[in-house]
């Protein structure tokens, strides 16, 4: 069902009507049809998946009419998306209607040509062309072009216009393959990281490969997409070194660029916009960082994917900055959203983590005591205790900070041999996984010290004697040394190691 929720968020009421106009418009005494039941359940979050749908509709899950269904359901709801009213809706400013209208055009431009009607064709291209070109539509500024070279040759021959569409069709052609060149590159410093959350440096040499490969197109093409893709692989060159400043001055040169254009992109923009965040964040400069996450968030359309990853990295970074309101805000705010429901498993599985830790914090630090935030977070510990995530498969990502969120629930109920199973699994991941030459310092020495709590006896006293040295240590060694995700300290270890103390008696 992740698909139809998709259109659930997207379709809105005056689109909705549509669902109705491929078969046949309801009479008064009609009641509301299967698929308008179906869509508003989806749309208020009713239906969760293909079981809930098919007992909303009374049907087997596993019958051919519930099939049937989905099908024409998915088929009604691609055609009102071609009727997305952009042009009064607020979330949209003039370039994103302007590429709506083109794509809008496109589609209708194709067929006319499919169809044979060239002359029609024409004066559709024509009052497309230039409004693609203004707005950085490379893809269909290319096929209108390319059709009135032909048409200005085969239909109407004419020089002067064969030239001028002629050049303009070369001009869009370096554009798209720049286009195209500049979002692999990207894609290939983000292709191994994609599952694998820990950091890799060679994605760095990777990186400087592709930018000297783009450099050729570098002064030629300043689309919006040109310039996000090369910008966006420098940066991650730049951030896998954790070169922090670096890649901040890399960001803020993308989006002097972007504000410099006449036509623009907010969701790119604030794609720089968080990746300089993270850095701020690494560098310790949470309130800049806060700030500026802030900000994007207020861009973003309320309850769209964006808007909830946006929230996610102000949880985080609030986490990190120990701003336990301020991420209790962006927390609540993501789970009682109605959208909430339709995010992937994946993100879910993030979101949990980061409530993990804020719950922690709750436990140690009092966040709210009028407040159930295990209730409002719907946060279930027997579950998170229990769960294999996706995150155990990476060895050096994002299962270390499960297994001591983990470990910190257990010990606070005082079940030290299941503590000490998770205590066994850390100290395994230290000595397969990490050694001097990868970094990782601070999250090695923090390992060491929890480690310590089972030869200690689970005393407080020897604990604090055994670690004294350690935590000195991890003090003077800097959050954004050049050895650690971003998200794998997710409350700074000076602080988790309080709260081991708290837990000791």
Known sequence: MEDLKEFAQVIDGYKLRQIEV?????RTEVPETRYRIMYHALAEGQVRDELDGAKLLGLDVKGRPFRRFLMEFRRRLFAPLLFLDTESSPNFNATQKANFECLRKLATFQTLVYRHCPENAQILAKSIIEVAINNDVTLVALEMATFLKRYYVERVPDSDQYLYYKECEERLRLDWIAENKAMES???VIAPSVKYKSTQLQISKRAQALLGSLSQYKEKCNT???VSGYYATKYIGEMSRFRWHDAIAVCDEAIQILEKKACTSPRIMAVFKVHKVICLTMLDRYAEALD??????????????NWFLYLDNQM???????NFQVAHEAAAKIYTNKNFAAMPASIKESWTLLAAYLILADRNQAINPAIQLEKVLNFR?????????????DKKGLNVPILIAQFLFLLQAKKFD???HKLIALRKYRVKHF?????????QLFIRMLCTVASSSFSKKVFIYKTADMIKTISKIPKGHPDQHFKIEIVPYELLWQWVLNCLE
């Open 292 to 305: 500026l996450n802030s900000e994007v968030i207020q861009t973003e359309i309320e309850g769209s994917r």
């Open 435 to 443: 050694n001097s030459e990868d970094g990782y310092y601070r999250t």
């Open 316 to 322: 985080l970074v609030s986490l990190k900055a120990s």
């Open 381 to 393: 510990l027997n579950k998170f205790l229990n769960q294999v995530p996706n995150y155990s498969k």
């Open 418 to 420: 299941e503590a000490y």
């Open 224 to 226: 919006i997409i040109f």
């Open 186 to 188: 990207y894609q290939a």
């Open 22 to 26: 491929l078969t046949r418009p309801l």
